[in-house]
């Protein structure tokens, strides 16, 4: 079993900063692919990043530019650098484990981000 546990998440006004950070524990296979995922009110979860064990990352359209996913693998941690942030980016976040692209994987029980305007 993988837990992982987000934190980082909070308050923040439109045009700041936060950074998301997942701690995984648990029995962590390598390679694997670490996500983050967002959920707003009313709206489905969506992938806002990811990043794999070899650091290749993909970001969604709307966040390119002012987020960035990195990895320390050897605290089997992932984090999620968000600059610039809108009211639009309010949503719980949410860390994924997944051992390749065909595993479920874990998820982690989200942090809430919250950008006022």
């Known amino acids: 079993q993988v837990q992982l546990v987000e934190s980082g998440g909070g308050l923040v006004q439109a045009g700041g900063s936060l950074r998301l950070s997942c701690a995984a524990s648990?029995?962590?296979?390598?390679?694997?692919?670490m996500h983050w995922y967002r959920q707003a009110p009313g709206k489905q979860r969506e992938l806002v990043a990811l990043?794999?064990?070899?650091?290749?990352?993909n970001y969604a359209d709307s966040v390119k530019g002012r987020f960035t996913i990195s990895r320390d693998n050897a605290k089997n941690t992932v984090y999620l650098q968000m600059n610039s942030l809108k009211p639009e980016d309010t949503a719980v976040y949410y860390c994924?484990?997944?051992?390749?692209?065909?595993?479920?994987?874990?998820w982690g029980q989200g942090t809430q981000v919250t950008v006022s305007s």
């Open positions: 994924r484990y997944r051992r390749s692209f065909t595993d479920n994987g874990y």
């Open positions: 990043v794999t064990t070899g650091g290749s990352t």
């Open positions: 648990g029995i962590i296979y390598s390679p694997n692919i």
